[in-house]
């Protein structure tokens, strides 16, 4: 089955999702866009909620949320049971909790991160595999808060 990404944003972020699914588009991967769809203001946990869904649902297997800062959408994003989301704003943090995490949802600010560094943040979200081991036993301890 092939996976297919999850993107949503506010108002706030809009703009750098706009950037962000260039870069998908150009390098042929699949998403689908929860919305918001233009600059108008609006209610983040409301977009927030609908991409967490689709990935407890299946429907999606990561997703990424952009806000002003990354922090709100992650604040909500975390609130949804199976959900490990992670507000990062550089490189390494986006690689590491990929590999220590197993984050599925990448949360980012427009106001924090311009869309260069955030198309390379994407690739690694994207690109970098769990490594398990040891990280497991913590990630399955931070799941055991769902129940």
Not at 19 to 45: E, M, V, W
Not at 68 to 83: F, P
Not at 100 to 125: I, Q, S, T
Request: aromatic share 6%; net charge negative; glycine share 10%.
């Amino acid at each position: 089955m092939e996976k297919i990404l999850a993107i949503a944003s506010d108002h706030a972020g809009y703009a750098l999702k706009v950037q962000i699914k260039k870069h998908l588009d150009d390098k042929g991967i699949r998403y689908i866009d929860f919305g918001t769809n233009d600059t108008a203001s609006c209610h983040y946990p409301d977009f927030a909620h609908k991409l967490c869904e689709a990935i407890q649902k299946g429907e999606c297997d990561k997703g990424i949320l952009v806000c002003g800062t990354g922090i709100g959408m992650s604040m909500v994003a975390n609130k949804h049971s199976g959900i490990r989301a992670a507000c990062c704003s550089d490189t390494f943090s986006t690689h590491a909790t990929r590999q220590h995490n197993d984050a599925n949802v990448l949360c980012m600010g427009e106001r924090v991160v311009g869309p260069g560094l955030a198309c390379d943040m994407v690739d690694l979200f994207l690109n970098t595999e769990f490594e398990g081991g040891r990280h497991a036993t913590r990630v399955e301890m931070v799941m055991s808060y769902d129940k």
